[in-house]
């Protein structure tokens, strides 16, 4: 059964940051993440989750193999939608979402890391200029501390 389930997606002067994501639950605490998140780093889309506590804290118990890339510009939404969405389904990659504000625009990709790094990256290297990219981001792909998750390094699913 869907659902969405809150988790903290990351702690602000001692305070947490909460993001509701849409899940799958696959066993008490347990849940299939249906897109990758917005705000929250260090999983994607089909990955799974174990919720650890009543704040929303959790863990990855298996990786399906996705790369989040979390995308912030100004502008125009529809065309950045369209530009990024064809560059991106030719890496068999999709949008899940996105959220507006007075500053911008952000706009969730899930892409297959059989797609590669540099792929994603030169999508963003031959963007036009009338796309206003403020920032992009990989979500799952340093801890919080900066370092590499090299999960893309193990075998399938593993967890690092």
Avoid at 60 to 72: H, P, S, Y
Avoid at 102 to 127: N, Q, R
Avoid at 134 to 155: E, K
Wanted: net charge negative.
């Amino acid at each position: 059964m869907n659902k969405h389930i809150v988790i903290c997606a990351e702690e602000l002067q001692g305070r947490p940051i909460r993001e509701s994501i849409p899940v799958e639950e696959i066993a008490p605490n347990k849940y299939k993440v249906l897109a990758s998140p917005g705000y929250a780093n260090g999983f994607a889309s089909g990955d799974l989750l174990e919720l650890v506590d009543s704040e929303g804290h959790f863990r990855v118990l298996k990786r399906a193999g996705n790369v989040c890339v979390q995308v912030f510009f100004e502008g125009d939404k529809q065309a950045a939608i369209e530009e990024l969405g064809m560059r991106f389904a030719a890496l068999k990659g999709w949008l899940d979402g996105g959220s507006d504000s007075p500053a911008g625009h952000l706009l969730i990709y899930t892409i297959p890391k059989a797609a590669s790094f540099s792929a994603i990256e030169k999508v963003f290297e031959e963007l036009p200029a009338s796309i206003r990219l403020d920032t992009w981001m990989y979500g799952n792909i340093y801890a919080d501390d900066g370092s590499p998750l090299n999960w893309w390094q193990g075998g399938a699913g593993e967890v690092s």
